[in-house]
């Protein structure tokens, strides 16, 4: 029997839903063992948050520092066919917890040598959140075998303002019976199953190659020309803000609260006027440079690392 270790973390219960519809056909097949691991942090995060706790998160996501996270209960030893590494974007890197994962001692154990498949459950950036991904799983000797993304459809705007009030809120209603239902919708969630099916016969035969490209015939990744160069351009900006509140204090400390609040003002500021400039700026681009927009969309779509062409 095939062994599949299943690694995730998921703070409100949607990611959970994801990986559970994407990899029905593969527990429904008989002869596949799951194996999951639900990442735990000691301190745990909350949901719905805070406006400054999810501000206060933004540092560490960005420069890759960890938490302190609870015993794992998978046996990094056992003999596992493949990985699938479920996990959430937060400001345009992996989540903490799971960056924690992938910086543990049992996560080099347990990812070399073997594929690794990624599933997203996001908003709508996910792209340099994968690239420190796949260069993680190359760094630690396994090999980015495919990639599912799941992101929310609402227009950029109006899913700022529904996603904004489910965070602080934690209901998934229609903010003020307005605005889009937040998140990735039910049906999308439940259509996902159809990306176990190639999960599973890649796992039946050991044949990994071809993953990506069948995975992508039903829709697995969807890669928005415009959020490439935004991606590009904000991740620069993210890191002066990240050194600026960092040198104010640690995780949690008052002394950080005026800088996070400036921060959360450049937020509001970056998404309702510079990602619709970078989409202007990202059309004309496209119609001036079309190959190389055209080689960087193949690009985020493969598996590919490093990579192999610039913004």
């Not at 993304?149 to 003020?176: E, Y």
Request: hydrophobic content about 45%; proline content about 7%; aromatic content about 10%.
């Amino acid at each position: 029997m095939k062994k599949l270790l299943v690694v995730c973390y998921s703070q409100s219960g949607q990611l959970t839903q994801i990986v559970s519809s994407v990899l029905r056909p593969v527990s429904e097949s008989g002869q596949i063992e799951l194996v999951f691991e639900e990442l735990r942090p000691e301190t745990a995060y909350p949901f719905p948050w805070t406006a400054l706790r999810f501000a206060d998160t933004f540092p560490e996501s960005l420069q890759g520092i960890p938490c302190k996270l609870k015993p794992f209960r998978f046996d990094p030893q056992a003999d596992y066919d493949g990985i699938v590494l479920a996990y959430q974007v937060w400001y345009l890197s992996p989540s903490i917890p799971v960056n924690t994962f992938l910086q543990s001692p049992e996560a080099k154990q347990v990812i070399n040598g073997r594929p690794v498949v990624t599933i997203i459950g996001c908003r709508n950036m996910w792209l340099q959140a994968q690239e420190r991904v796949k260069a993680s799983i190359v760094e630690l000797g396994g090999r980015p075998a495919g990639n599912i993304v799941l992101m929310d459809r609402a227009p950029n705007l109006l899913g700022i303002i529904s996603i904004t009030a489910w965070m602080l809120t934690g209901s998934k209603d229609r903010f003020v019976k307005i605005f889009p239902k937040p998140g990735i919708s039910d049906e999308d969630i439940a259509r996902a199953e159809r990306f176990g099916v190639p999960l599973r016969d890649a796992l039946h035969h050991g044949r990994w190659e071809g993953l990506q490209a069948d995975l992508n015939r039903l829709g697995a990744v969807e890669v928005v020309p415009s959020y490439i160069l935004f991606e590009q351009r904000i991740l620069k900006i993210f890191n002066v803000w990240a050194k600026f509140i960092r040198r104010s204090g640690p995780p949690g400390d008052a002394s950080r609260h005026f800088r996070l609040r400036l921060f959360i003002g450049y937020l509001f500021a970056a998404v309702f006027l510079i990602a619709p400039l970078a989409t202007a700026v990202t059309f004309v681009l496209r119609m001036l440079h079309r190959d190389k927009v055209n080689r960087l969309i193949d690009y985020y779509a493969s598996n590919r690392y490093p990579q192999e062409t610039n913004g």
